[in-house]
């Protein structure tokens, strides 16, 4: 039994009060932004639901990172909405499962760790184009049912609640955390519009929430080539997408913690939530960063609080939908208000003065393609695109070399910096074929020969002194450079390698 509730919770002591609490905060601000999303995908407010509940309950109990919120997300519905158009709901299902597999492959191999090749700005970038969506995704709760903005009293009515319900929000943690301010929020605007009547927006204008559990079925789709054809560019999309926006998540949340997530126990967990999710009438998921930071700004450190949630949200289907309905939008916009304003990077302008160029520059296109593409997975991929561009530029331009004669008239090139594809010509300028003296020493003992370009390189100088009838000798190699070298002699020709073996300064001092 207390492995059980060990596998549940943390060893540190849980204060459960607070991730019940957290927990319904969560499953009440989830249920227009799955209803949202399904919508957006062009599917029913119940298939976004039925995917909440399942995504987040799997990945709550299963997951890698304690206290991550997981559900139906805009990434997912913006990549399924054009399977929806063309082949209907039964291959989005199909198609989830699919995405689960791809997913649990993933962290079966252990590619979770290709996240730390995400750079900082990138980061940065990523998490500030998030708070811009979730904020712009707001402003729709400013119009009306016809589509237009609000005007006069409805208008300043609408703004005064949501107003009042940030306020509460932001100053409440002020006075007292003994119960989460977003749930105080809620619970108060709701209380104001029922006490005098006031007529405004409300969870029931979205759409109706009313349903059972979520029901199992094999999704109605011929199980041929063609279909698998179809639905894959959509799953492998799905999986990578989903991956991104939770891995990331993850970092976000192990940062405001201080804690450390398992990426590879997560990627399995969301792995298996969307192959559930894709079985029980779900359109699938990834970690939502939005709810996440609902649920850690809350005090909620534990699993509980994400399985409160998901239970809560499908109690809320199956039994509270008239009461949920009535619920105010006024209170959920200025929540997810202030969750935009929590998940914005403010430090990021402090370090516009200390950060390299380059670095701000990603930092500022990730968040742009993010906000306006409204695709992670794009973002994050273009920033460590350019990242890896820039740093292959700059670490070309460091590429040098010391030249001088001995007193035996033997030129020497001591060459410092990674010889790879993006150094190659700079290295080349370095020579003086022709100028030189009839015995060259290549030292690479503070470089390294990385890629096949740089084998080439080398062969090409090479063959330059040969034909002039000059000797070359490339030495103090690494072992990994030559292990390189050696493996490529079957198409290229590195014509002379004098790499004698030299005493380390402790074989010296033991006499060796």
Not at 249 to 256: G, S
Not at 394 to 401: G, M, P
Request: hydrophobic content about 55%; proline content about 4%; some cysteine.
């Amino acid at each position: 039994m207390q492995t059980l509730i060990n596998f549940f919770t943390p060893t540190e002591k849980i204060d459960y009060k607070t991730e019940v609490l957290s927990g319904l905060t969560v499953a009440l601000a989830l249920v227009p932004e799955a209803v949202a999303f399904a919508l957006i995908a062009g599917l029913s407010p119940l298939t976004g639901l039925y995917a909440a509940f399942v995504m987040g309950l799997i990945t709550s109990i299963f997951g890698g990172r304690p206290g991550m919120i997981s559900g139906a997300t805009g990434a997912i519905a913006v990549v399924i909405v054009a399977l929806v158009i063309s082949h209907g709901v039964e291959y989005v299902f199909a198609a989830v499962v699919l995405a689960g597999i791809f997913q649990v492959i993933t962290g079966v191999l252990k590619l979770g760790k290709l996240m730390r090749l995400v750079p900082h700005p990138v980061i940065f970038g990523f998490v500030n184009g998030l708070a811009i969506i979730i904020f712009s995704s707001q402003l729709d709760q400013f119009k009306d049912t016809s589509g237009n903005w609000m005007v006069g009293d409805q208008l300043y009515i609408f703004m005064g609640l949501v107003l009042l319900s940030m306020l509460i929000i932001w100053g409440l943690p002020k006075l007292s955390k003994a119960i989460p301010a977003s749930l105080v929020a809620i619970l108060s605007i709701f209380g104001i519009v029922v006490a005098f009547g006031i007529d405004t927006r409300t969870v029931g204008d979205i759409a109706s929430i009313s349903g059972g559990f979520p029901p199992f079925h094999i999704p109605s789709v011929p199980f041929d080539m063609e279909m698998f054809m179809t639905i894959l560019p959509y799953s492998a999309v799905m999986a990578a997408v989903g991956l991104i926006e939770s891995l990331l998540t993850l970092n976000i949340i192990d940062e405001i913690t201080e804690t450390r997530g398992r990426g590879n126990k997560e990627a399995v967990a969301q792995g298996a939530a969307n192959i559930l999710s894709g079985f029980f009438s779900g359109m699938g998921g990834c970690a939502m960063i939005g709810q996440s930071l609902i649920n850690i700004s809350s005090g909620a450190r534990a699993r509980i609080s994400g399985i409160v949630a998901a239970v809560m949200l499908l109690v809320f289907i199956m039994f509270g939908a008239e009461l949920i309905e009535q619920l105010p939008m006024a209170a959920l916009t200025g929540l997810m208000i202030m969750v935009s304003i929590g998940t914005f990077e403010w430090a990021s302008f402090n370090t516009l003065r200390r950060m390299p160029k380059s670095d701000i520059f990603v930092m500022v296109l990730v968040t742009l393609v993010t906000a306006v593409l409204h695709n992670l997975a794009i973002a994050v991929i273009v920033g460590v695109i350019i990242s890896a561009l820039v740093f292959a530029w700059d670490s070309a331009k460091r590429i040098r070399a010391r030249k001088y004669v001995d007193d035996n008239g033997i030129k020497h090139y001591e060459i410092y910096g990674p010889l790879f594809f993006g150094s190659v010509t700079v290295f080349n300028e370095k020579f003086d074929v022709l100028g030189d003296p009839n015995e060259v020493i290549i030292d690479f003992a503070e470089s390294r020969v990385v890629d096949m370009s740089a084998i080439e390189a080398l062969n090409r100088l090479t063959e330059r002194y040969s034909k002039v009838g000059k000797v070359v000798h490339l030495r103090h190699l690494s072992s990994d450079c030559r292990k390189l070298l050696k493996d490529a002699e079957a198409i290229i020709d590195v014509n002379v390698i004098e790499d004698p073996t030299y005493r380390l300064p402790v074989d010296l001092v033991n006499g060796k």
